[in-house]
């Protein structure tokens, strides 16, 4: 391992912004996964090209990279990448756990309430005709069930984690050149990874594993990045300006009548630029990176305040609030097919659904602080 990145390791402690943004990003994911929803115009999607899939998945790789850092160096790397490895597991048993209690409640609903069109919604079609092969390819990650692709994708990208790992504690800059440039091969070859019964993943790993290497190379270089930040305002001001630019680009995609008076910039915003991670959405996500850096340091008062606790306990907790999320997407959109047709039930649905995965996190947080603690002696 390289001496700066056992200084910087040996520095540093877990970020209390990464709890956060993983929590934030968890509110706007419940969000976006119920379809006509007038309180979803709140989340990321709507004020730029990032969305919180793609915050999801940089701070995800800023963390992984201080907390299994530290653990390599403290405990060496084999004993770490058994510990990724245990992760991993964890990952792909919570998916095939809600993989499986998905297809279940999506098709009973649809066949106790008369709403068919919900199974070709979610993407779980073929479990009424070839249940047992839909099932197999799930097991294979190779299903596209509606709000599971990001937990594929986390599964993928945990999978390529320990190599890129090792490599970035020895060769940051090496590693991160390793990762454009399969981001740009899998862009020109067209790789991917096949989906059942037809397709490819909705997230291309091979190209949003760029994220989350550039997560853990500022992870690394954060020091060295507050600097630079701190004597180059006019970087600040092209970050500024870029985000300005995606604003109008996105508003104008949801505004005819503003999008006839704009020039054609050629970017489109369709879902195969997401799904292959469209390099204007890598240069947005950075520039909100440096900015936030720079605005919003480790030590900033607000991140002690009650009112952002809620957000960073599901940050912290962010597996279980994910898994919850999923859940009540669904009971949500279920509810405002069936009912009655008003801002009030969406907001209402929206709400309740958000407190519900804060509750939730809290609990879990608590019963696991209770597993901690010493038990009395027999007789005490």
Same mark, same amino acid.
């Given at each position: ?47 730029? *090209?990032?969305? %919180?899939?793609?915050?999801?998945? *940089?701070?995800?790789?800023? %963390? ?19 510990? /990724?490895?245990?992760? #991993?597991?964890? #990952? ?60 594929? #994708? ?12 090792? @490599? /970035? ?7 991160? %050149? ?10 020109? *070859? ?38 630079? @930040? ?27 009548? #503003? ?26 996500? @950075? ?68 407190? /519900? /995965? ?23």
């Amino acid at each position: 391992m390289k001496l700066f990145a056992k200084k910087i390791l040996a520095a540093r402690s877990l970020d209390p912004r990464v709890d956060l943004l993983r929590g934030l990003a968890n509110w706007f994911l419940f969000l976006d996964h119920i379809p006509h929803n007038v309180v979803n115009f709140i989340t990321l999607r709507n004020f730029g *090209f990032t969305g %919180a899939t793609d915050i999801f998945v *940089f701070v995800t790789g800023y %963390a992984a990279t201080i907390f299994f850092g530290r653990m390599a160096l403290e405990r060496g790397f084999v004993i770490t990448s058994t510990r /990724m490895l245990r992760r #991993l597991w964890q #990952l792909y048993a919570a998916y095939v756990v809600l993989f499986v209690i998905y297809i279940d409640i999506v098709s009973n609903v649809a066949a106790q309430y008369g709403t068919n069109e919900i199974i070709d919604e979610y993407n779980v079609i073929g479990i009424v005709d070839h249940p047992i092969r839909t099932l197999m390819h799930g097991l294979m990650l190779q299903a596209k069930p509606l709000n599971l692709d990001v937990l594929q #994708l986390f599964i993928a990208l945990l999978v390529m984690f320990p190599p890129m790992l090792w @490599l /970035m504690l020895r060769r940051p800059n090496f590693a991160l %050149a390793g990762s454009v440039a399969l981001y740009v091969a899998s862009r020109v *070859f067209d790789w991917s990874l096949p989906s059942f019964p037809t397709g490819s993943w909705y997230f291309n790993p091979f190209c949003w594993q760029l994220l989350s290497v550039l997560g853990a190379w500022f992870a690394l270089s954060g020091p060295k990045l507050t600097f630079t @930040l701190q004597r180059l305002p006019l970087l600040r001001a092209a970050a500024a300006t870029y985000l300005v630019f995606a604003l109008v680009v996105t508003l104008a995609a949801h505004a005819p009548a #503003l999008a006839a008076h704009l020039p054609d910039f050629g970017i489109s915003l369709s879902p195969t630029e997401k799904e292959n991670l469209a390099f204007y959405r890598v240069i947005h996500l @950075l520039a909100l990176a440096l900015l936030f850096t720079y605005f919003v340091p480790r030590d900033w008062a607000p991140l002690q305040s009650k009112l952002l606790q809620p957000a960073m306990k599901c940050g912290e907790e962010w597996l279980t609030s994910f898994c919850v999320g999923v859940f009540l997407s669904f009971a949500a959109h279920f509810v405002l097919i069936t009912g009655p047709k008003s801002v009030t039930i969406q907001v209402l649905v929206s709400v309740s659904g958000i407190a /519900m /995965m804060t509750a939730i996190a809290y609990y879990i947080s608590w019963s696991r602080r209770q597993d901690g603690r010493p038990m009395l002696r027999a007789g005490a």
